[in-house]
């Protein structure tokens, strides 16, 4: 399976992106078949699309503010943003209800370039409510200049300017993921970090997993080098990052060499002093990557990291989820830490006994310990083209999942560029919202919004 950086990555960045609203009636905290009780749990949320069409929208990842769970944030790619723009951001402050969009702004830099937004959104809430928006932007003269760039909104007032994190100079960031600390105890909480491969100029023979932090709310970052350079036909895809309640920040992404190979090793390592030195690298796990079968459709394959930062039975604990290819079909697994991430277990099929294809999972933990995993799945076409959103939780600290949750009934086709991830959180210790790409409206693709209710 053949990973080019820039053939994968600078389309996006040129797709063309105003506030509008889409018109939705049902908040999701009060769906469900009984708004004070949910019988027989769990309840499906009915999903409701929260992008504008018009345009192909893709990427989905997705936050719940900590202070407020009628607060919803959604990242997007979406081309409906004023042109030459791209990276589209959805908020709902009614639980799901309606949504509106920001579009992020050009950056200019003192290079007199001009950088476009459009590459890997992020999104993120600290303890405060603070909202934290972020894009990979590309240079609007093609030269293969990116930067990644944050912006935040304090108190649902405006947005303010990006702050470039990582990039605009002769290294280049792709892959990236940002996560906040909200550990009250952390001695940096509130502190932001941000994961990236960053790639060499001009010669992009070279990349390295970095990780920049900010102390201030996003103000200036230091970027620090998490690992040793990776010199082509080897290479780092992929980042994850997060944080637990005493401030270890744990980063995880996947080496291939060759890549273009189909194999990957999925790696893990953690900062215990607020992001300044990383640990030796640990391998948790060797997985098979495939292009989606009956669709010739590349995707990506992110070893999402989360841990429980709860004070039940399994605190501290890690998980990651990903997709194999057992040799008849993709498989989304789970592997799970005990230790910090020293050791490992062998993966845990959210799906057992499913011999259809799943794929882009994403996973939360919840506030009370519970592991939650989304993911697109084609067990419902006999022909295994169309796919659905799923989900499934863990309430045994990952080693087994409960029966899966089927969270919409409309088939979508999986299609060229439908984007290099979905999206879930918790939205308090009940709600687990997960985000996805669907394109059952039978036009374009766009994002839509569901979950469970688990009483």
Same mark, same amino acid.
């Given at each position: 399976?053949?990973?080019?950086?820039?053939?994968?990555?600078?389309?996006?960045?040129?797709?063309?992106?105003?506030? +509008?609203?889409?018109?939705?009636?049902?908040?999701?905290?009060?769906?469900?078949?009984?708004?004070?009780?949910?019988?027989?749990?769990?309840?499906?949320?009915?999903?409701?699309?929260?992008?504008?069409?018009?345009?192909?929208?893709?990427?989905?990842?997705?936050?719940?503010?900590?202070?407020?769970?009628?607060?919803?944030?959604?990242?997007?790619?979406?081309?409906?943003?004023?042109?030459?723009?791209?990276?589209?951001?959805?908020?709902?402050?009614?639980?799901?209800?309606?949504?509106?969009?920001?579009?992020?702004?050009?950056?200019?830099?003192?290079?007199?370039?001009?950088?476009?937004?459009?590459?890997?959104?992020?999104?993120?809430?600290?303890?405060?409510?603070?909202?934290?928006?972020?894009?990979?932007?590309?240079?609007?003269?093609?030269?293969?200049?990116?930067?990644?760039?944050?912006?935040?909104?304090?108190?649902?007032?405006?947005?303010?300017?990006?702050?470039?994190?990582?990039?605009?100079?002769?290294?280049?960031?792709?892959?990236?993921?940002?996560?906040?600390?909200?550990?009250?105890?952390?001695?940096?909480?509130?502190?932001?970090?941000?994961?990236?491969?960053?790639?060499?100029?001009?010669?992009?023979?070279?990349?390295?997993?970095?990780?920049?932090?900010?102390?201030?709310?996003?103000?200036?970052?230091?970027?620090?080098?998490?690992?040793?350079?990776?010199?082509?036909?080897?290479?780092?895809?992929?980042?994850?990052?997060?944080?637990?309640?005493?401030?270890?920040?744990?980063?995880?992404?996947?080496?291939?060499?060759?890549?273009?190979?189909?194999?990957?090793?999925?790696?893990?390592?953690?900062?215990?002093?607020?992001?300044?030195?990383?640990?030796?690298?640990?391998?948790?796990?060797?997985?098979?990557?495939?292009?989606?079968?009956?669709?010739?459709?590349?995707?990506?394959?992110?070893? +999402?990291?989360?841990?429980?930062?709860?004070?039940?039975?399994?605190?501290?604990?890690?998980?990651? +989820?990903?997709?194999?290819?057992?040799?008849?079909?993709?498989?989304?697994?789970?592997?799970?830490?005990?230790?910090?991430?020293?050791?490992?277990?062998?993966?845990?099929?959210?799906?057992?006994?499913?011999?259809?294809?799943?794929?882009?999972?994403?996973?939360?933990?919840?506030?009370?310990?519970?592991?939650?995993?989304?993911?697109?799945?084609?067990?419902?076409?006999?022909?295994?083209?169309?796919?659905?959103?799923?989900?499934?939780?863990?309430?045994?600290?990952?080693?087994?999942?409960?029966?899966?949750?089927?969270?919409?009934?409309?088939?979508?086709?999986?299609?060229?560029?439908?984007?290099?991830?979905?999206?879930?959180?918790?939205?308090?210790?009940?709600?687990?919202?997960?985000?996805?790409?669907?394109?059952?409206?039978?036009?374009?693709?766009?994002?839509?919004?569901?979950?469970?209710?688990?009483?």
């Amino acid at each position: 399976m053949k990973i080019v950086y820039r053939a994968i990555v600078m389309a996006a960045f040129f797709v063309s992106v105003a506030v +509008v609203a889409s018109a939705q009636t049902t908040s999701l905290r009060d769906s469900g078949p009984d708004n004070l009780s949910c019988s027989p749990a769990p309840c499906v949320l009915p999903p409701t699309q929260a992008s504008e069409g018009g345009h192909e929208v893709i990427e989905a990842p997705i936050v719940a503010d900590p202070l407020n769970p009628l607060n919803l944030l959604l990242g997007s790619l979406d081309p409906n943003c004023p042109p030459p723009g791209g990276a589209g951001f959805h908020l709902s402050s009614d639980g799901g209800a309606t949504w509106s969009r920001y579009c992020m702004p050009l950056i200019n830099d003192f290079h007199g370039r001009t950088y476009v937004p459009g590459g890997q959104p992020n999104v993120a809430y600290d303890r405060n409510g603070t909202a934290y928006i972020a894009s990979g932007y590309g240079d609007s003269e093609g030269m293969g200049y990116t930067l990644v760039a944050v912006q935040k909104r304090l108190n649902g007032g405006n947005w303010t300017q990006p702050v470039i994190a990582l990039g605009a100079g002769s290294l280049d960031p792709f892959y990236s993921w940002m996560a906040v600390d909200t550990g009250p105890q952390s001695p940096h909480v509130n502190s932001l970090y941000m994961s990236a491969i960053v790639l060499n100029e001009p010669q992009q023979n070279k990349n390295q997993v970095v990780v920049a932090h900010s102390y201030d709310g996003g103000q200036t970052w230091t970027g620090v080098k998490a690992v040793p350079v990776q010199t082509a036909p080897a290479g780092d895809l992929y980042t994850s990052t997060s944080v637990g309640k005493d401030g270890t920040v744990y980063v995880t992404w996947m080496y291939c060499n060759p890549c273009s190979s189909n194999k990957g090793d999925m790696l893990f390592s953690k900062s215990n002093d607020g992001g300044n030195t990383w640990s030796t690298p640990v391998l948790m796990g060797t997985i098979l990557q495939s292009e989606i079968p009956n669709s010739n459709v590349p995707v990506t394959n992110y070893p +999402v990291i989360g841990v429980d930062n709860s004070n039940g039975p399994y605190a501290g604990s890690l998980y990651v +989820v990903m997709y194999n290819w057992t040799g008849t079909f993709m498989q989304v697994q789970v592997l799970r830490s005990t230790d910090g991430g020293n050791t490992w277990s062998k993966p845990v099929p959210v799906a057992p006994g499913i011999t259809h294809d799943q794929f882009l999972p994403w996973l939360s933990v919840s506030p009370a310990g519970l592991v939650g995993v989304s993911w697109l799945d084609r067990r419902n076409d006999p022909k295994n083209v169309e796919y659905q959103a799923f989900a499934a939780i863990s309430t045994d600290g990952g080693k087994s999942f409960q029966p899966n949750v089927q969270l919409t009934t409309a088939f979508s086709f999986p299609v060229l560029g439908m984007g290099y991830y979905t999206g879930d959180a918790w939205d308090g210790p009940n709600y687990f919202v997960a985000a996805w790409m669907d394109d059952s409206n039978g036009v374009d693709m766009q994002e839509e919004v569901g979950g469970i209710r688990l009483k």
